[in-house]
């Protein structure tokens, strides 16, 4: 059995923990066998966190991990089918302490699939890299035609940036589409900052306009609280839209990747 996360008596966490845990197991759990498991959290709480699945299921679109008959969860596939949604369970259950390659790999799927799903190029930016930030920045504005502005300091890092997605027009002109992308893997997403747009603005001169802060996290945000993450981060990619975009027409995780990111999920269910 997948070992329950400390804060079990949250709806989100108990949602979480039931797809992981029926995903691995490839068998159905019921309202009653998830009480038996969880004897210290009370009915009315399993009863919101079933709930909370089956708004779920809206959201994560046409290829769903699971169907509801009832009061038992059925998993629909095996959790090898789709490993890039199993890592993203592993971090919203049990956080990212102890994570080791997983947050790069986490990196790595969330470019995958912005790229094929927005028709975007993009580059990772940041710490660690064999490039200074300053390189980094230097390059990319030479790329896309920009005008670079001041230097980052050498404690910027990557100024909340961890990828950069971007459409050009291809007429060696500047003003292009722009993401700027911060990936959080694990459960304390809340506690950072949004990407300073004014900071970017300042080492390139990009349009504002067309220059849109992101964030790409693997829980999926409460209802009630989804409004106040789109204003403080931007464009959110939850793990529902990452699904989405890895199930629609014509997407492949590049198979090296995927082969890491399910050996890596072996490691922490195992």
């Known amino acids: 059995m997948i070992e329950l996360p400390e ?6 966490r108990i949602a979480d923990w039931i797809e992981l845990q029926i995903l691995f197991s490839g068998n159905r759990i019921s ?3 998830i009480i038996s498991l969880i004897s210290d959290v009370e009915e009315t709480t399993i009863d919101s966190a079933i709930q909370e699945l089956s708004r779920r299921l809206s959201l994560y679109g ?10 038992v969860i059925i998993p629909k596939f095996n959790w090898k089918k789709f490993p890039e949604l199993t890592m993203c369970l592993i971090f919203s259950t049990h956080g990212a302490a102890d994570a080791g390659i997983g947050t790069k790999l986490f990196e790595r799927l969330t470019k995958e699939c912005i790229d094929h799903y927005f028709g975007f190029e993009s580059i990772n930016f ?3 890299s064999g490039l200074s930030f300053k390189s980094q920045v230097d390059s990319f504005a030479e ?8 230097d980052p300091s050498p404690f910027d890092k990557d100024r909340g940036a961890d990828l950069v997605g971007f459409k050009k027009f291809g007429d060696s002109r500047n003003s292009h589409i722009y993401f700027l992308v911060q990936c959080a893997a694990g459960g304390t997403w809340r506690d950072k900052k949004s990407i300073p747009i004014p900071s970017w603005r300042r080492f ?4 504002q306009n067309t220059t849109v802060p992101a964030m790409a996290i693997c829980q999926i945000i409460e209802s009630e609280k989804w409004t106040n993450a789109v204003d403080d981060y931007g464009v959110i990619i939850d793990r529902a839209r990452l699904f989405r975009m890895m199930t629609s027409k014509g997407y492949k995780t590049e198979f090296a990747l995927k082969k890491q990111i399910q050996s890596w999920c072996k490691t922490k269910l195992n």
């Open 7 to 12: 804060d079990i008596n949250y709806v989100s």
């Open 31 to 33: 309202k009653n066998k």
């Open 62 to 71: 046409s290829v769903q991990p699971y169907e509801i008959i009832g009061n």
């Open 126 to 128: 940041g710490f660690p």
């Open 143 to 150: 790329s896309c035609y920009e005008e670079r502005g001041d």
């Open 204 to 207: 390139i001169s990009w349009n």
